[in-house]
C-alpha cells in the first residue's frame, strides 16, 4: 500500500478541517465547528512538532528532540 507524504496528509487534513467547519457552522452547530477545528489544528501541530523533533534528532540536534517529548506529552503515553 502507498502511503502519503506527511505533508500531503496535512494539507488533506486541513482541507477536511475547513469543509467540515464550514458544513458544521452551515448547519448552526457553531461550537461544534470551532471544536471541530480546534482539535484538528492540534492533531496537525502535534504531527509537525513530532516531525520537527524527529528530523532534529536524525541531524544530531536533540534539543528539539526532548523538547518535543515535552511539548508533547510524549513520557505520557503508555505502549500496550
Do not use: C, F
Not at 465547528?33 to 528530523?55: P, S
Request: aromatic fraction near 2%.
Amino acid at each position: 500500500m502507498t502511503r502519503a507524504t506527511l505533508t500531503s496528509s496535512l494539507s488533506a487534513l486541513a482541507i477536511i478541517r475547513d469543509d467540515g467547519a464550514k458544513r458544521l457552522h452551515d448547519a448552526g452547530m457553531i461550537t461544534t465547528a470551532l471544536a471541530h477545528t480546534a482539535i484538528i489544528d492540534n492533531a496537525i501541530r502535534a504531527a509537525l512538532d513530532l516531525a520537527y523533533a524527529v528530523k532534529a534528532a536524525a541531524e544530531g540536534n536533540m534539543a528539539p528532540a526532548w523538547e518535543g517529548i515535552g511539548v508533547l506529552a510524549l513520557s505520557q503515553i503508555e505502549v500496550q
